[in-house]
Structures are given as C-alpha cells and as structure tokens.
C-alpha cells in the first residue's frame, strides 16, 4: 500500500484538523495506533507541523467527511497529479581499468563456444561495442596475434547467471527457428 508524503506530519494534521478515529489515521498513514494515540497525547512527534493532505492533493475533503461520519471506512490515498519520474535505464557496463584488457579475450571464447549468441547479447554481457566484436571475429582486432578465448565468468567479466540467461534466450530463439542449438562447450578451468 502506497503511503501518503511525510506520513508523520499528515497523521499530526489529521489528528489537529478533523475526527478521525486513531485507527483510522493509523491505516491511513500506515503507523499503528498507539502510535497515533501517542502524537495526539503529545509524547511522540513534538514540535513537528502538521502536513495538509487536503491541499497537496493526497486526499479530498469529501473523503475526510465521508470517513468522519463513520469510522469504519478508511480514507483512499489519491493518485499522484504529477506522473513518478521513469527510472533511467542501465548505462553501459563497467569494466573496471584492470580487467579490460581481457575483454577481447572473453568476446573471442563466446564467439567460439557460443556462436549463436547474437552481438547484442555479447555486448550486454560484456560492455563492449559491435565494432570491436566484429573485429575480434574477422581477426582485424588490434592485439589479434595475442587474443586466447577465456571464460568471462572466470575472468570475472560477467556472473555465471547472466551468460546462462543469454545462452537459453539463444536456445529459445534457435528453437523457434527451427534450428538445433549447439551442444555446452566442455567446461574450461584456467591454468594457475
């Protein structure tokens, strides 16, 4: 349940401004009622202001009344005006300075034990750009003579999770095609 803003202060205006029965006002600004029968007894919330919901729009006046008359219905928190703001979608991610230089070589093991990830799912995993992928494919890439395929998730590029999402959502869009997909690769250990 959506709570109203500063439920404290709306719960001291409420018990300041209207009948309310303290469970009433509790439900309202999800606190227990002893709770609000302590700020109206003035040991709990002194020298706080009082909130007016009315005015900012988080319940009508009518409700108020309404509730008022009986104390067994429960005042209803108003949809916000104002629509909440989107969350920002994930940048790219990060590689921390120390790891990047083995980026070419995690990109060169999902190309050979994965090939039927697409590039926007490698990039996902790894942080990296199509033209760099497409680099290390056709072995134009910069550092080409010296890129061994590594497992990323021992390289500590990406969570073990994360690479067998983006391998079964290939598998399920291998399938749907029609097409077989690829055997595991035989699991790979790094020498010490």
Known sequence: ?????MPKATAVWLI????????QIADFCGMHPLEVQAIADGEVAQGINGYDPVA??????????RCEANPELHLRLL????????????GGRY???????????????????YPHLT??????LLGTTK???????????????NIKPRDPVILGLCKQSDLNDAVAAANDR???????PPPPPPPMTEAA
């Not at 291998?174 to 077989?180: P, S």
């Open 95 to 113: 590689t921390p300075v120390a790891k990047r230089n083995d980026r070419p070589d995690a990109i060169a093991f999902l190309l050979r034990s």
């Open 56 to 65: 900012n729009k988080q319940v009508t006046a009518e409700d108020i009344a």
């Open 119 to 124: 590039d926007a799912q490698i990039i996902k």
């Open 16 to 23: 300041e401004k209207t009948a309310l029965t303290f469970t």
């Open 1 to 5: 349940m959506t709570l109203p803003l």
């Open 174 to 180: 291998l399938a749907k095609e029609g097409i077989t």
């Open 79 to 90: 949809p916000p005006a104002d629509p909440l703001p989107k969350s920002k979608s994930k």
């Open 131 to 145: 033209d760099t992928i497409q680099k290390i494919r056709d072995r134009s890439h910069w550092n080409a003579t």
